[in-house]
């Protein structure tokens, strides 16, 4: 299979799609582009599927935050998923630890 086949070669017929697109659409597009990554990141983390029980499980979501996300489209909001457990507090908390001693407070 060519990469042809699966992503659009960009060309005239494709710049002209894509210029009457509404914005709507691709802002669409975009939030369900994002949503699906983050939903594949979550479930690396967790080792798991949404709702799939397994003795790998490492973590399990914890709802969702929701963000606004500025694009060239317009504002999109976004469903983050949480985590119950994670380094990203402990992440979090270390990144701000550095900045503070960068900063010689």
Not at 10 to 36: N, V, Y
Request: proline share 6%.
């Amino acid at each position: 299979m060519a990469a042809g086949d699966i992503v659009p070669v960009p060309g005239a017929r494709f710049e002209d799609t894509l210029e009457s697109a509404s914005p709507d659409l691709l802002r669409e597009m975009i939030k369900g582009f994002a949503q699906r990554m983050m939903d594949a990141e979550v479930e690396v983390r967790c080792n798991a599927g949404y709702g799939e029980v397994t003795p790998d499980r490492v973590n399990s979501r914890n709802g969702y935050r929701l963000r606004e996300w500025d694009t060239r489209a317009g504002t999109i909001e976004l469903a983050i998923p949480k985590l119950r457990q994670g380094p990203e507090k402990e992440k979090e908390t270390s990144e701000t630890d550095v900045t503070i001693e960068a900063i010689g407070a």
